[in-house]
């Protein structure tokens, strides 16, 4: 956002005011010291993050939006940066022939617990063109569930979401309410159904398309949902 050749209201808000645009669909979790990328959708991580001010990323899955910054890091020098994901034999372009710097050997499994530093992470399988995990990410005192890219959820994360609710989930809603069924990401209507079975009493929606910006410029989102937006920040205790 805004869209490259596009004048809708949105992407002409967007265009003339920064704090309305939207860059690649991304995040930092930092707990006991340490920092954890959620993708690496941003091309230009090397300027944001210099060598050793985090410790590894976390993948979602290995479409080119969410891995793109990988591809120019990997040519660094230096220790080793491990990148945690789901089994996808083919990966993103050559990234597994020439990874560089990037330790692609940490590969999860679905709900298969492991821990960062302290932190519990939970893979929980998404419905995507290709092989995605979400994440339930877990302290002794607070739980968060990471939910992009994903057209409704899988039965089982699901069920394990209802089972362990999170204080905050983030979700994948592209569009807003729609008649037909998403094929690849979720719309609003889809995300209102999970969440009365969820009952998160804090829904922040993340990969938002400019259509659905737009919608938004007139419509109210129900109450406990909300938009995420580019350098938002949840804290929890």
């Known amino acids: 956002m805004p869209a490259w050749g596009c004048d809708c209201p949105a992407c002409t808000r967007a265009r003339r005011a920064p704090q309305y645009r939207r860059k690649a669909c991304s995040g930092v979790v930092r707990f006991n010291e340490a920092i954890t990328l959620i993708d690496a959708g941003l091309h230009d991580l090397t300027d944001r993050w210099p060598a050793g001010?985090?410790?590894?990323?976390?993948?979602?899955?290995?479409?080119?939006?969410?891995?793109?910054?990988?591809?120019?890091?990997?040519?660094?020098?230096?220790?080793?940066?491990?990148?945690?994901g789901p089994p996808d034999e083919q990966g993103c372009d050559d990234l597994f022939k020439h990874p560089g710097v990037l330790d692609f050997s940490h590969t999860v499994e679905p709900f298969v617990v492991f821990s960062l530093q302290g932190l519990q992470v939970t893979p929980l399988p998404l419905t995507h063109s290709k092989l995605t995990f979400g994440y339930l990410l877990e302290t002794p005192h607070s739980r968060i569930a990471w939910l992009s890219d994903s057209a409704g959820l899988p039965d089982k994360t699901l069920t394990?979401?209802?089972?362990?609710?999170?204080?905050?989930?983030?979700?994948?809603?592209?569009?807003?309410?729609?008649?037909?069924?998403?094929?690849?990401?979720?719309?609003?209507?889809?995300?209102?159904?999970?969440?009365?079975?969820?009952?998160?009493?804090?829904?922040?929606?993340?990969?938002?398309?400019?259509?659905?910006d737009e919608w938004m410029m007139s419509h109210l989102l129900p109450a406990g949902i909300e938009a995420g937006y580019d350098g938002q920040e949840i804290v929890l205790d």
Request: aromatic share 10%; proline share 7%.
């Open 53 to 84: 001010s985090f410790q590894q990323f976390l993948l979602t899955h290995y479409h080119m939006d969410h891995v793109q910054g990988l591809f120019p890091l990997r040519w660094g020098v230096g220790d080793s940066v491990p990148v945690y």
């Open 160 to 212: 394990f979401l209802c089972n362990n609710r999170p204080q905050v989930m983030v979700i994948d809603c592209s569009h807003a309410p729609r008649e037909e069924t998403p094929r690849n990401h979720s719309d609003l209507a889809t995300i209102r159904a999970l969440n009365e079975r969820i009952r998160c009493p804090r829904v922040i929606l993340t990969h938002i398309s400019h259509q659905f």
